[in-house]
Antibody, heavy 123, light 110 residues
């Protein structure tokens, strides 16, 4: 069964840090690009970051660049998001998502999503 | 950065009717990288369409996508009760790569 399970969310004060994890199963994690996408309460979807299959390439949304770091451990089939200098506007459900592929070519779309983990930044 | 604008914001229809959702970009989007998602309340988004017109695995054929350039459409041919949800379009492009979503269209039961 193809599955992504996020963890690590919670309530954190502004300026503090939090690390999210995403455990993957049911597909070849080590050959898949992976993303984080977030959704503020009652709002739409916002892409956060992407990491290539081997971790060599990473890209971020302008809103989190310099504060968030995406990484992965292919030996443990796990994706991470280190979030530093958190702000109230980072409050959201954070989803990890897998890049879709056909014949090795990326779709630029997300075909598998986790259930999300809630991050609340509040004093 | 490419901005995607979805219309209408809310669409009220009855089961069995046809729904047409629009996604417009301020600048041309590669059809290869335009996708549609469905999000039901309390659930994660689900990929419906990628490459503007290719259905994802397990998606019923009542869902279809079309369009090119700056205008894209998601059509639901005969609405089922479970189709009432929020729909998002999304594009990929640029250097460095960027993934942007439209603001969503809520499809509600009339």
């Amino acid at each position: 069964q193809v599955q992504l399970v996020e963890s690590g969310g919670g309530v954190v004060q502004p300026g503090r840090s939090l690390r999210l994890s995403c455990a993957a199963s049911g597909f070849t994690f080590s050959t898949s690009g992976m993303h984080w996408v977030r959704q503020a309460p009652g709002k739409g979807l916002e892409w956060v970051a992407v990491i290539s299959y081997d971790g060599s390439n990473k890209h971020y949304a302008d809103s989190v660049k310099g504060r968030f770091t995406i990484s992965r451990d292919n030996s443990k089939n796990t994706l991470f998001l280190q979030m530093n200098s958190l702000r109230a506007e980072d409050t959201a459900i954070y989803y990890c998502a897998k890049e879709g592929y056909s014949y090795g070519l990326p779709w630029g779309a997300f075909d598998i999503w986790g259930q999300g983990t809630m991050v609340t930044v509040s004093s | 950065e490419i901005v995607l604008t979805q219309s209408p914001g809310t669409l009220s229809l009855s089961p069995g009717e046809r729904a047409t959702l629009s996604c417009r970009a301020r600048q041309s989007v590669s059809s290869s990288y335009l996708a549609w998602y469905q999000q039901r309340p309390g659930q994660a988004p689900r990929l419906l369409i990628y490459g503007a017109s290719s259905r994802a695995t397990g998606i019923p054929d009542r869902f279809s996508g079309s369009g090119s350039g700056t205008d894209f459409t998601l059509t639901l041919s005969r609405l089922e009760p479970e189709d009432f949800a929020v729909y998002y379009c999304q594009q990929y492009g640029g250097s460095p790569p960027r993934y942007t979503f439209g603001q969503g269209t809520k499809l509600e039961i009339k």
